[in-house]
């Protein structure tokens, strides 16, 4: 299916197309936002792109968390580990590794880690 560009990361809490801006992922999404309603027994810390689990039978209630916005630059960005990191709110691993100082030690050594990768 075609999409244009006002369709990509729409925020949508009906759905769209989520568009990962580190790595170029695409995919349909379901739900944007903190608490899906094809799983109200779930709330998230930060608003962010769902979809309906496509292994899955449609009445069981699971999905995937595709991404959510870096806090720092607004960038959309999916949860791989190259592509951002989540401590508190979401962080693209470019500002993650731009603001270093201001994480734990442990975290900055994930940071680097992912960095190095």
């Known amino acids: 299916m075609a999409t244009s560009a006002e369709d990509v990361n729409t925020k949508n809490e009906k759905g769209g197309t989520f568009h990962c801006e580190a790595c170029g992922l ?4 379901h739900y944007y936002g903190r608490q899906p309603p094809f799983h109200r027994a779930i ?9 309906k689990d496509p292994f899955r039978g449609g009445g069981c209630g699971s999905f995937l968390l595709l991404g959510a916005m870096c806090v720092a630059c607004g960038r959309t960005v999916c949860q791989a580990a190259s592509c951002s990191l989540f401590y508190a709110r979401r962080f ?8 270093l100082e201001e994480f734990p030690q442990e975290v900055q050594q994930r940071i680097k880690k992912k960095a190095a990768n």
């Open 26 to 29: 695409r995919e349909t999404y």
């Open 43 to 51: 709330t998230f810390m930060e608003d962010c792109y769902l979809a």
């Open 92 to 99: 693209c691993l470019a500002c993650a590794s731009a603001n």
